[in-house]
Nanobody, 123 residues
Framework: QVRLVESGGGSVQAGGSLRLSCAAS????????MAWFRRAPGKEREGVVI???????SYADSVNGRFTVSKDNAKNTLFLQMNSLRPEDSAMYYC?????????????????WGQGTQVTVSS
């Protein structure tokens, strides 16, 4: 089994930056697709960025150009650098993985989830 632990959330003012981390442990050899999702209060969980097993990356339109995902394969860690943060980016951010080689924007596609890390952006 794979275990995911997110960290790096916090409270910032609009225009600020945060860097989230997702550390994977356990049976990491079976991880292919990885993704960041977020859920704001009263809203559906939505995909932020997906990282395909072959390294392909896709961002949600709402974060494209502001957020950047990266991986440290040696440390089995996925990062999400978030710049130019807006109040509408406030949400619980989750890391997710699946053994499928292709990613999907549907949260039902992912088998393993972290506990989440809270991001709050004030105006």
């Amino acid at each position: 089994q794979v275990r995911l632990v997110e960290s790096g959330g916090g409270s910032v003012q609009a225009g600020g930056s945060l860097r989230l981390s997702c550390a994977a442990s356990g049976d990491v050899g079976n991880i292919n697709c990885m993704a960041w999702f977020r859920r704001a209060p009263g809203k559906e969980r939505e995909g932020v960025v997906i990282v395909e097993g072959d390294g392909g990356i896709s961002y949600a339109d709402s974060v494209n150009g502001r957020f950047t995902v990266s991986k440290d394969n040696a440390k089995n860690t996925l990062f999400l650098q978030m710049n130019s943060l807006r109040p509408e980016d406030s949400a619980m951010y989750y890391c997710a993985t699946t053994t499928f080689k292709r990613c999907n924007w549907s949260d039902g596609w992912y088998k393993t989830w972290g506990q989440g890390t809270q991001v709050t952006v004030s105006s």
